[in-house]
């Protein structure tokens, strides 16, 4: 499961569990409340971006009876901590996946490993 992936599946449960729209999510954590639609429709994500929403996702207060175990699972091994990099939710030309020199590098598609 790539990051983008688990992003979008985090944002479903969170959602779910709350009952509110993923809008509302991006809403508050992005500022931009289509920011997951246009996500999930091939668009980008700076890892600073997807490291605001782990790090809601990781956050006990976001959830109304603590944080999900499926949750933890999907959060499992998700350590960006990279500057820089671009996050796309296409499958275009993935070379590089960590650009040491700080440029921008798809790496939606590598998996994330525990």
Do not use: Y
Not at 18 to 39: H, P, Q, Y
Not at 59 to 74: F, H, K, R
């Amino acid at each position: 499961m790539t990051l983008i992936e688990r992003l979008l599946a985090l944002a479903e449960t969170w959602a779910a569990a709350n009952n509110r729209s993923t809008a509302t999510l991006a809403s508050r954590v992005a500022r931009d409340g289509k920011f997951l639609e246009r996500l999930s429709a091939g668009g980008q994500c700076t890892a600073d971006k997807a490291e605001r929403f782990f790090a809601f996702f990781r956050t006990e207060g976001n959830w109304p009876a603590g944080v999900p175990t499926i949750v933890s699972d999907l959060l499992d091994g998700v350590n960006l901590g990279v500057a820089g990099v671009m996050l796309h939710s296409s499958s275009d030309n993935v070379d590089h996946p960590l650009a040491a020199s700080g440029e921008c590098a798809d790496i939606s598609r590598q998996a994330v490993t525990a």
